[in-house]
């Protein structure tokens, strides 16, 4: 069975965005790239909710053929192009999509069924609301958090809403030279 790994830059005190949703606050370097880029070897679908999909196709699709394209942009633009994408989404429909499954009903039941297929693990990027949808239905196996150092006073909670208790495993964390410190949990299943 593969398994649902969520990932996603957090700050020191727990919000994964500003108030309007800004990212600049987050710390990225090559380091963090390359460490990126052996998580995303492992991978071979990614899921996202409507809001991070549209921001992710309108960016990576093309970064990797732009003339100022990074290492890091002509790699990720690479996988991004070539990954199975699913959508959760209840306003998107699947027409004119390429390589990409849309989810709007049956949540569980259908993630469950692509967790079952052959294959590498899954990976949820970003995406809060997705990934609370997901949490609260005890689907996601695995954690990667990568805390920010900064304080960021008020903004997006990281997990907002929480069902109920989860239980989580430490298995391994990594300090990066831009002060990011990544955390790798397992859910711990009764």
Request: hydrophobic share 40%.
């Amino acid at each position: 069975m593969r398994n649902l790994i969520f990932f996603m830059h957090t700050s020191l005190d727990g919000f994964v965005a500003g108030l309007n949703g800004e990212l600049n606050w987050i710390k990225v370097d090559e380091e963090l790239f390359d460490f990126v880029a052996t998580m995303t070897d492992q991978v071979d679908t990614a899921l996202y909710g409507r809001i991070t999909y549209e921001m992710m196709q309108s960016y990576w699709t093309t970064a990797g053929e732009k003339p100022n394209a990074t290492k890091h942009d002509i790699e990720h633009s690479r996988w991004y192009n070539n990954v199975s994408k699913v959508v959760l989404s209840t306003t998107m429909n699947e027409t004119g999509l390429i390589n990409t499954t849309v989810i709007s009903d049956n949540l569980s039941e259908r993630i469950n069924e692509i967790k079952q297929r052959e294959g590498k693990n899954i990976l949820i990027f970003g995406s809060p609301s997705a990934s609370l949808s997901l949490l609260n239905l005890g689907l996601i196996d695995e954690f990667w958090l990568f805390v920010n150092p900064i304080i960021v006073g008020q903004g997006m909670p990281l997990f907002k809403e929480v069902s109920e208790r989860i239980i989580l495993e430490l298995v391994e964390s990594k300090t990066f030279s831009c002060g990011v410190i990544a955390v790798h949990y397992k859910t711990k299943r009764n």
